[in-house]
């Protein structure tokens, strides 16, 4: 027999307000409605997402539609090999005025810092993010300084395969709660694109129709969703079972196992629901484990071969039975 649960937030209210941050990102992203619920749910999960895909599918505007949605404090960092860590953490100068040292703090601090073509910068800046993204504090000279409640990074990237990019080291990867791929739009979804974007700037129009405070009620109404035992198992199976699989050199880490727990709360609140089906962690699998994963030497190479082992071990892996 279930367990009764205390009664929690209003999770069918906040799925509308959910929702209405959907509908206004999806007013400027036309034909990918899954891509959109997807990003939505990491910003729910206290997660951050990576975007990537080739040039021109709608990276950055996707990016900027959800920062846009959002009445808060938004940085956009344009990621080039020049720029430094210090852009991003900040940095301690000499006041002449005051006589004393002072902190200029950099664009990590926001609610939503937009990193574009985050592969374009190389390793060291790249790792500037690390403390941030894992611990929401930066530490400069020797002082930490807390970030913005919520805080989330929204990054782009394209294939590393294309000319001027790095790749992201593994453990900056494994801080991304997600990674998504836009994709080519469909033949009516271009023609709309047409419609919507080739007399102005849509983007520019669109309004903020959520503040701060109400992020940071969404995400602990979230964190209330109920997950059964059963369930919590099925999670840590999925994760276990990626580290001995054949083909794969480096599986995912235990951050994985929260990430995907966290992910389907998410969900399960967007859909209205005070608990997680094993749909909704079935769902998240390849989003939010397929970039955490090395491949061994020897095995198929690129996404679609990590995308055949996740398969596999969805198809392997026991789904607990009820609820």
Not at 21 to 39: D, F, T
Not at 260 to 279: E, K, N, Q
């Amino acid at each position: 027999m279930a367990t009764r649960r205390k009664a929690g937030p209003d999770i069918p209210h906040l799925a509308r307000a959910y929702e209405r941050i959907e509908r206004n990102v999806e007013s400027v992203v036309e034909g990918k409605p899954e891509v959109v619920r997807l990003a939505l749910v990491a910003l729910l999960a206290e997660g951050h997402l990576l975007i990537e895909d080739i040039p021109g599918v709608g990276k950055t505007l996707l990016a900027k539609a959800i920062a846009r949605s959002l009445a808060c404090s938004v940085r956009r960092v344009q990621f080039t090999p020049d720029l430094l860590p210090s852009d991003i953490t900040g940095v301690t100068v000499f006041n002449q005025e005051h006589g004393d040292f002072e902190f200029k703090p950099g664009a990590v601090f926001a609610n939503v810092v937009l990193g574009d073509e985050i592969n374009r910068a190389g390793p060291k800046t790249q790792s500037a993010l690390l403390e941030a993204m894992e611990e929401r504090q930066v530490t400069v000279d020797g002082t930490t300084y807390e970030l913005a409640v919520p805080f989330m990074v929204i990054a782009t990237q394209n294939p590393i395969e294309l000319e001027g990019t790095y790749p992201l080291p593994e453990a900056q990867r494994d801080r991304f709660l997600m990674r998504l791929s836009v994709g080519y739009p469909s033949v009516e979804a271009e023609l709309e694109i047409l419609d919507v974007h080739g007399d102005g700037d849509r983007l520019a129009e669109l309004q903020p129709v959520a503040e701060a405070q109400e992020i940071a009620a969404m995400v602990a109404a979230a964190r209330t969703v109920h997950v059964a035992d059963p369930l919590k198992r099925y999670i840590v199976d999925l994760v276990r079972a990626t580290r001995v699989h054949p083909a794969v050199e480096l599986g995912a880490s235990p951050r994985a196992s929260l990430a995907l727990l966290r992910a389907s709360r998410a969900l399960a609140a967007f859909a209205g629901r005070d608990y997680v089906v094993p749909d909704d962690v079935k769902r998240l699998v390849q989003p939010v484990l397929a970039h955490r994963l090395i491949l061994a030497p020897g095995a198929a190479d690129g996404d679609a071969a990590v995308a055949e082992v996740l398969g596999e071990l969805l198809s392997s892996v026991p789904i607990p039975a009820g609820r």
